[in-house]
């Protein structure tokens, strides 16, 4: 089944504590991103990924890191986080950079930082 | 400024009753418009877009909008709607060639009442 896989899906941690989100995709897509998704704010771009080793910032990449060196995995660092970095996070992916072909979202992963 | 707005946070209606969630965003140039759906603890669904062409868009499920340049609106309809299309749903914008940096709207509740 083609998808998008983020793990965990929920997780509790302290300020500072470094941590990483995992995503994979299933079908060799080239372009992945990473969302997070605040109440009353809609969901905002933290970093995206053309392809392989091609990273670039979005919106909102303040405080976090990521890394593109295999195709299907795009995973998201936060090396030391805060609690303003509580937040659902979402992971997705398209064949390429353009609009014709969809973006295929993650189930989320619910993230608190007390 | 906020580049896209749904102007309703909430919006309830009954069953088989029509509904129409709106969306305007903010450009002077060309733009790429999106309907996105998030079921309860799921990822982003793309419901239908606007690229060109026909200013009538229909997508799945029965939703269609229409893209409105001089009123700089993206609406979404569905003539009857059904329990199951109880949901969040948000509109995106993107430029053309911006590499898929999707900026989304803060999302509409819709709740279908029995």
């Known amino acids: 089944e083609a998808q998008v896989t983020q793990n965990p899906r929920y997780l509790i941690t302290v300020t500072g504590k470094k941590l990483t989100v995992t995503c994979s995709q299933n079908?060799?897509?080239?372009?992945m991103s990473w969302y997070r998704q605040d109440p009353g704010l809609g969901l905002r771009q933290i970093y995206y990924?053309?392809?392989?080793?091609?990273?670039d910032k979005g919106d909102v990449p303040e405080g976090y890191k990521v890394s593109r060196k295999e195709k299907r995995n795009f995973p998201l660092i936060l090396e030391s986080p805060s609690p303003n970095q509580t937040s659902l996070y979402f992971c997705a992916s398209s064949l390429g950079p353009g609009f014709n072909s969809p973006l295929h979202f993650g189930n989320g992963t619910r993230l608190t930082v007390t | 400024a906020q580049s896209v707005t749904q102007l309703d946070s909430q919006v309830p209606v009954f069953e088989e009753a029509p509904v129409e969630l709106r969306c305007n965003y903010s450009?002077?140039?060309?733009?790429?418009l999106f309907w996105y759906v998030q079921y309860p603890n799921q990822g982003l669904q793309l419901l239908l877009k606007?690229?060109?062409?026909?200013?009538l868009v229909k997508g799945i499920n029965g939703f269609e909008a229409e893209f409105n340049k001089s009123q700089t609106s993206f609406h979404l309809r569905k003539p009857s709607v059904h329990i199951s299309d109880t949901a969040e749903y948000f509109c995106?914008?993107?430029?053309?060639?911006?590499?898929?940096?999707?900026?989304f709207g803060s999302g509409t509740q819709l709740t279908v009442l029995p």
């Open positions: 995106a914008r993107a430029f053309s060639g911006s590499a898929r940096q999707l900026t």
């Open positions: 990924s053309m392809n392989v080793e091609v990273t």
């Open positions: 606007y690229l060109s062409g026909s200013t």
């Open positions: 079908m060799n897509h080239e372009y």
């Open positions: 450009s002077s140039v060309s733009v790429y």
